[in-house]
């Protein structure tokens, strides 16, 4: 018998449930957890986004997958905290934030981490459609984002998150590529 590739299980190893249905779930979780915290902001959103989170490592998440959302999270901290301080976002004055940061922001990174193992586990097989999905979904994202939220966004910073989220997906698809099993 040959080894599994990735996402070529028929059934989702943590929920024993049908393969369909814990993609269902994760992507699910994710749109609930975005639309919470642009529409509803850093309190509110914030709170939905750490439901989604911790019902995804209860039920959905592999061993370790933690790491992921943890890395996300620091990640979410150094790339948009460094363009929040460039000027990159126009924040209401009145949100929670990390320094120049909204916290509803920052919950995006670990809900978008959510998906790396689940729902976009076949797009890392595919490196070069990753980075695409990157270049189009990133900015799209932020823009998406920053209309519902009343953010405002500097003219260079969705080329910028267009590079950022392409080198990002290219970098997953890529590293994911090449561990085994």
Same mark, same amino acid.
């Given at each position: 018998?040959?080894?599994?590739?990735?996402?070529?299980?028929?059934?989702?190893?943590?929920?024993?449930?049908?393969?369909?249905?814990?993609?269902?779930?994760?992507?699910?979780?994710?749109?609930?957890?975005?639309?919470?915290?642009?529409?509803?902001?850093?309190?509110?959103?914030?709170?939905?986004?750490?439901?989604?989170?911790?019902?995804?490592?209860?039920?959905?998440?592999?061993?370790?997958?933690?790491?992921?959302?943890?890395?996300?999270? !620091?990640?979410?901290?150094?790339?948009?905290?460094? %363009? =929040?301080? #460039? /000027? $990159?976002?126009?924040?209401? *004055?009145? &949100?929670?934030?990390?320094?120049?940061?909204?916290?509803?922001?920052?919950?995006?990174?670990?809900?978008?981490?959510?998906?790396?193992?689940?729902? !976009?586990?076949?797009?890392?097989?595919?490196?070069? %459609? =990753?980075? #695409? /999905? $990157?270049?189009?979904?990133? *900015?799209? &994202?932020?823009?998406?984002?920053?209309?519902?939220?009343?953010?405002?966004?500097?003219?260079?910073?969705?080329?910028?998150?267009?590079?950022?989220?392409?080198?990002?997906?290219?970098?997953?698809?890529?590293?994911?590529?090449?561990?085994?099993?």
């Amino acid at each position: 018998m040959r080894g599994r590739k990735l996402g070529s299980a028929s059934r989702d190893q943590r929920t024993d449930a049908p393969r369909w249905q814990a993609t269902l779930l994760n992507v699910a979780g994710f749109q609930l957890g975005w639309f919470g915290c642009v529409l509803l902001g850093a309190w509110a959103g914030g709170a939905i986004a750490l439901a989604v989170v911790v019902a995804h490592l209860r039920w959905l998440a592999r061993p370790g997958e933690w790491r992921w959302l943890l890395g996300f999270l !620091l990640l979410g901290v150094v790339i948009d905290g460094s %363009l =929040a301080t #460039l /000027g $990159g976002y126009r924040f209401d *004055p009145q &949100s929670p934030s990390l320094g120049p940061l909204a916290l509803w922001l920052l919950w995006l990174w670990p809900l978008f981490a959510t998906l790396i193992h689940h729902s !976009l586990e076949w797009l890392w097989a595919r490196p070069w %459609l =990753a980075a #695409l /999905g $990157g270049l189009i979904g990133g *900015p799209s &994202s932020y823009l998406g984002g920053a209309a519902l939220a009343g953010v405002e966004l500097a003219d260079w910073l969705l080329p910028a998150q267009a590079l950022i989220w392409t080198s990002l997906c290219l970098a997953i698809g890529l590293g994911l590529r090449r561990r085994p099993g």
